[in-house]
Nanobody, 124 residues
């Protein structure tokens, strides 16, 4: 089982990036993104459950980030618009074969599989 994340890079503030995470080896009902900045703990960004009708975002990215999934490709996407310097972090894809209940979606321990991380740098 493997989660392969890609799409990170360097972008100016106000710009956009699209991250992808492709799962191989099994299917996952819940897929999400976390991020970690230097000196900070890993934090929840967003998650999507089931067919994609249910998604949740941390407050700081609402209205700017959009998570989506293509189950045929076993891939989840994170479209990031209006990027800010404070969005700079390593972004990690995470997944669970089961549907994680809403109250536990933001907990890293709810996810049993993790990708390798992709670096997003937003310059001011």
């Amino acid at each position: 089982v493997q989660l392969q994340a890609s799409g990170g890079g360097l972008v100016q503030a106000g710009g956009s990036l699209r991250l992808s995470c492709t799962a191989s080896g099994r299917t996952f009902s819940t897929m999400g993104w976390f991020r970690q900045s230097p000196g900070k703990e890993r934090e929840f960004v967003t998650a999507i459950r089931g067919s994609g009708a249910s998604s949740t975002y941390t407050d700081s990215v609402k209205g700017r980030f959009t998570i989506s999934r293509d189950n045929a490709k076993s891939t989840v996407y994170l479209q990031m618009n209006s990027l800010k310097p404070e969005d700079t972090a390593v972004y990690y894809c995470a997944a669970n074969p089961l549907v994680i209940i809403l109250s536990q979606l933001a907990m890293a321990r709810s996810y049993s599989y993790w990708g390798q991380g992709t670096l997003v740098t937003v310059s001011s």
